[in-house]
C-alpha cells in the first residue's frame, strides 16, 4: 500500500460538528429549509455467511457507526427516513437505493478491504473492520443526501460524492479516515490493471483517477503538511500545482449546498 497510516481512526472523535465547521465556512446562511421529518436508520443484519460474522460482531460491538448516526441526525434535517443497513449482499458492494431509501453496506466489501489491509501483529482488528467502511460509508451518505435533499450536481455524482466523502471527513479532522479512501482507490487500481478491457464506460471513474482525485483534495487542504506527497510516483507537482484551488471550492461548494439542511 502507497499509505497505510491508519492506525486509529479517531473513533470517537466522532461529534461530526458540522455545524461548527459549516458555521465557519458558509456564512450569512440560514439553516432548517426543510421541516425534520425523517432520521438515518441503522441496522446490522445477521450474516448468512460465517466467514462474516466476525466482522459483523466488530461493529455491532464498538458501536461506532451507531455514533456516527446519531451525529448526522442531529446535524441534518431529512424529509424520510434513511435506512443504513449493513448486510451480505452477496458481491462485494456497497450502494443507495433511492427507491427505498436504503444504504447497504455490504459485509462482502469489508471483508474484502479488511483482507487487503489487516496486519494480524499490528493492527487491531476490530479497528480495521470500522476503518474498511468509513469513507465509503460516506461515500453512500452522500448519495442519499444528494437524493434525498435534491442537492445540484454538476458532472458526474459518484466523482462529486467522493468529493463531499473527503471533504466532510476533512471538516472532521479525520484526515486519516479520508486517506483510507486512497488506499482503497489504490487496492481497486491494482486490481482494474489486471482487466484484459478497462471498463470506460462505468459510471464512476477509473480508480486510478479517483485516487489521484483524493489525493489531490486531501493534499489541497493542507499542502504544507502533505508536501512530501508531491513525487512523480505519488502526486505530480503538474497536478499538485492546482490541488490549493480544488480543494476550496469543493469545500465552498459542500458548505453552501449544505447550509441550509442544518438543524
Known amino acids: 500500500m ?20 459549516l458555521g465557519e465556512t458558509a456564512q450569512g446562511q440560514e439553516g432548517g429549509a426543510l421541516p425534520d421529518e425523517g432520521d438515518f436508520v441503522l441496522e446490522y443484519q445477521e450474516p448468512e455467511n460465517a466467514d462474516h460474522q466476525p466482522v459483523y460482531e466488530a461493529l455491532v460491538e464498538s458501536g461506532f457507526y451507531d455514533d456516527v448516526v446519531t ?8 424529509p424520510q427516513d434513511i435506512a443504513i443497513v449493513f448486510l451480505d449482499c452477496g458481491e462485494e458492494n456497497a450502494y443507495y437505493s433511492p427507491n427505498d431509501a436504503t444504504i447497504s453496506m455490504c459485509y462482502e466489501l469489508i471483508a474484502y478491504y479488511v483482507d487487503a489491509f489487516y496486519d494480524e501483529a499490528q493492527s ?5 473492520v470500522i476503518n474498511a467502511a468509513y469513507f465509503t460509508f460516506f461515500h453512500e451518505v452522500g448519495h442519499a443526501l444528494v437524493d434525498q435533499l435534491a ?17 466532510l471527513l476533512l471538516w472532521q479532522g479525520e484526515e486519516e479516515a479520508a486517506i483510507a479512501g486512497i488506499d482503497q482507490f489504490s487496492v ?3 486490481e482494474e490493471a489486471e482487466y484484459e478491457e478497462m471498463p470506460y464506460w462505468d459510471e464512476h471513474s477509473l480508480s486510478e483517477q479517483r485516487f489521484y482525485n483524493m489525493a489531490c483534495l486531501i493534499y489541497g487542504s493542507d499542502p ?10 505519488f502526486l505530480p507537482e503538474s ?24 438543524k
Open 239 to 262: 497536478r499538485a500545482e492546482g490541488c490549493e484551488a480544488e480543494y476550496a471550492q469543493a469545500d465552498a461548494s459542500w458548505s453552501a449546498l449544505l447550509q441550509p439542511y442544518l
Open 151 to 167: 442537492l445540484p450536481v454538476v458532472g458526474r455524482e459518484e466523482d462529486a460524492v467522493d468529493s463531499f466523502a473527503a471533504v
Open 188 to 190: 481497486d487500481a491494482e
Open 2 to 21: 502507497i499509505l497505510r497510516t491508519m492506525a486509529k481512526v479517531g473513533a470517537l472523535a466522532i461529534s461530526l460538528s458540522l455545524m461548527g465547521c
Open 124 to 128: 487491531d482488528y476490530a479497528q480495521e
Open 71 to 78: 451525529s448526522l441526525n442531529d446535524s441534518f434535517t431529512l
Open 224 to 233: 504544507d503538511w502533505y508536501a512530501e506527497w508531491v513525487s512523480d510516483d
